[in-house]
């Protein structure tokens, strides 16, 4: 069974920096992307960052230039490295996992930024 597991969250001041990391139980290259959601209370989840297995990513625009998602093949690990975190940041950040049999998520990991 597919596990994928997030850590690295946390309270952080306005401009500070977080990395979250997911962990995969088996190798990353079987899936065909790999992402970071993010879902505020009382709002639907919304995709934060992508990365193919061929490694290319996208971003939504409330995030580009301050995130960047990244992969650690030999560790079976996403990162999320946010920088110059805004209040509105603040969030339950849950990795998640597509193959072409279907999606897995993680268990979220919960960000909190402080103005």
């Known amino acids: 069974q597919v596990q994928l597991v997030e850590s690295g969250g946390g309270l952080v001041q306005a401009g500070g920096s977080l990395r979250l990391s997911c962990a995969a139980s088996?190798?990353?290259?079987?899936?065909?992307?790999m992402a970071w959601y993010r879902q505020a209370p009382g709002k639907q989840r919304d995709l934060v960052a992508s990365?193919?297995?061929?490694?290319?990513?996208s971003y939504a625009d409330s995030v580009k230039g301050r995130f960047t998602i990244s992969r650690d093949n030999a560790k079976n690990t996403v990162f999320l490295q946010m920088n110059s975190l805004k209040p509105e940041d603040t969030a339950v950040y849950y990795c998640?996992?597509?193959?072409?049999?279907?999606?897995?998520w993680g268990q979220g990991t919960q960000v909190t930024v402080s103005s």
């Open positions: 998640w996992g597509y193959k072409t049999l279907g999606g897995w």
């Open positions: 088996e190798s990353i290259f079987s899936f065909n992307a």
């Open positions: 990365i193919t297995s061929s490694g290319s990513t």
